[in-house]
């Protein structure tokens, strides 16, 4: 049974391999890597319906499409990835970007058709579009029964049962996450690396950003819950962790007493059978040398950072909001190149950013090559509602924009292509996923810093730490041989 995740393959956008099997970190791709695989595990007996998800955007939604399996497992669904078989449909939405809204409405009029007759099968959407357009959705989507949003995934299963009982359709929109944050049971998609959310939210302001609008104020969890969560993965067997939040930085300010992402990960890095530990995604301004000296020192965690900076220019910076300038964030490499020297950074940028000048969007274009990233999710500037740039008048045109994103994407291949080729005839530890999406014939893993290797190999491996000889590289991929 294989469930995937389907990302819109938009040709425009690159998306970095990032630490999930399929790989996508926003919501449009390019990344074509291992579609995740339904859990292996035995399906409980009782369990007599059957739930699709469609999941769209980045690792919080997809974790969060794990919890909403769990919680909807208690009621009786199995997960499903066959919708002609579906009791209950639902689309885990994204609000980054206009592209992966407008899919929302594409698949929802696509799944009204294929239910037309079967009244009994219900469709609920949940993720950002919902937290934003609440009951609008019913009145777009006519055959919507159920909207939820992304403060109370919790209540999913009630949410179902009172929909199926009363005939009726069913809203809940809640503006903020429980004072006490639930901890829900989760089907997990991979049974070789996991995601656990740290922290939810983000309090930052950028001035293009619908994500502090649809995800609220920073939350984040307890140290202890954490620490479990992760026990209960290393004893089923789970070698990679990566800790998720929008700011993942920012982890533990809010908590009493305070602390901070390196103490979190010094305090998890040492259970036992967790071999390696990531983090996404962060705010360069967070960053502080604590987090690098903890990555420095704990032995399973990993040498991989993704440091979003968004442009390469200081007055487009100041325009964002972001609270740094480019000589900052220079120096913030500089400091994890010095005590992390194989480190592999990686970032996101956005390509005509309103008012962004030829000049200024070269800038970004000069950084890249500057920095020699490992990897970048680049995006056109979209305008999202609550936002503030998007009714600024200097809006670039859709043209322009796309062409300054293909030439930005062709400094990011070369820049990608270049640290690739850096690990020629080394000997890399890969974590292996599984049978490679292109060819069966080969096996597919990550690198400690992140990156995608093919090589030839027993099925066996799968699930384990093996090493393997690099001998070729492309912007986007390795290939090697077991070592
Ligand atoms: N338009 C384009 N890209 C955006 N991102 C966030 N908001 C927008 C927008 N309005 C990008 C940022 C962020 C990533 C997750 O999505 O680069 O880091
Ligand atoms: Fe998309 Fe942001 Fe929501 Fe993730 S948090 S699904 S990137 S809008």
């Known amino acids: 049974m294989s469930q995937t995740f389907t990302d819109d393959k938009s040709t425009a956008e690159l998306t970095i391999p990032v630490a999930s099997a399929d790989a996508c970190c926003a919501e449009e791709t390019s990344c074509t890597e291992p579609s995740v695989v339904l859990s292996t595990k035995p399906v409980p007996s009782n369990l007599d319906k059957h739930v699709y998800i469609e999941t769209f955007g980045c690792q919080m939604n ?23 078989i579906a009791d209950l449909m639902i689309l885990n939405t994204c609000a980054i970007r206009g592209g992966a809204e407008d899919k929302v409405y594409s698949y929802l009029g696509h799944w009204r058709k294929i239910t037309r007759d079967r009244p ?44 199926r009982n009363t ?18 049971p989760v089907i997990r998609m991979n049974d070789t690396t996991a995601w656990v959310s740290i922290i939810y939210g983000c309090d930052y302001n950028c001035t293009y950003c619908i994500v502090p609008y649809v995800r609220g104020r920073e939350k984040s969890r307890s140290p202890e819950s954490i620490a479990r969560e992760m ?3 290393a004893a089923s ?9 929008q700011n993942v930085t920012a982890y533990g300010h809010d908590l009493d007493p305070q602390i901070h992402l390196g103490d979190l990960i010094r305090q998890v890095g040492g259970i036992s059978g967790i071999k390696r530990i990531r983090f996404l995604t962060g705010h360069p301004r967070d960053l502080n040398p604590e987090i690098i000296d903890a990555v420095a020192e704990v032995d399973s965690a990993c040498e991989y950072f993704h440091l979003p900076i968004q442009a390469g220019d200081d007055r487009t ?31 996101d940028i956005i390509a005509g950013f309103p008012g962004e000048t030829e000049e200024e969007f070269l800038n970004s274009v000069r950084l890249v090559e500057e920095i020699g990233f490992d990897a970048c999710n680049t995006a056109a500037y979209s305008p999202r509602n609550h936002t503030p740039s998007a009714n600024w008048p200097d809006q670039i045109p859709h043209e322009v924009k796309q062409e300054r994103l293909r030439f930005l994407n062709m400094a990011v291949s070369e820049s990608s292509h270049k640290c690739n080729q850096k690990l020629l005839n080394t000997v890399q530890e890969l974590l292996v996923e599984g049978r490679s999406t292109r060819n069966p014939e080969r096996l597919t893993g990550r690198t400690r810093t992140n990156k995608l290797v093919n090589f030839a190999g027993d099925e066996k491996l799968i699930g384990q730490l093996v090493n393997v000889k690099i001998q070729s590289a492309n912007p986007w991929a390795l290939r090697g041989e077991l070592a």
């Open 317 to 347: 910076l100041r325009r964002m909001a972001r609270g740094y300038k480019v000589d900052f964030y220079k120096r913030i490499v500089d400091q994890i190149r010095t005590r992390i020297p194989d480190a592999a950074i990686t970032s």
């Open 62 to 84: 997809k974790s969060d499409s794990e919890h909403m399996f769990g919680l909807l497992e208690e009621i009786g669904y199995a997960a499903t990835d066959d919708l002609k």
């Open 167 to 184: 005939g009726k359709r069913v809203v809940e929109i809640i503006q903020e996450l429980p004072e006490d944050l639930p901890e829900t």
């Open 120 to 163: 009994d099968t219900l469709i609920a959407v949940g993720g950002c579009v919902a937290q934003d357009e609440g009951e609008n959705l019913f009145e777009r989507s006519p055959a919507v029964d159920i909207v939820f949003g992304t403060h109370n995934l919790h209540r999913l299963p009630d949410l179902v049962l009172q929909a």
């Open 237 to 245: 067997g789970y070698k990679e962790v990566t800790l998720l939040g």
């Open 231 to 233: 026990e209960e993965l």
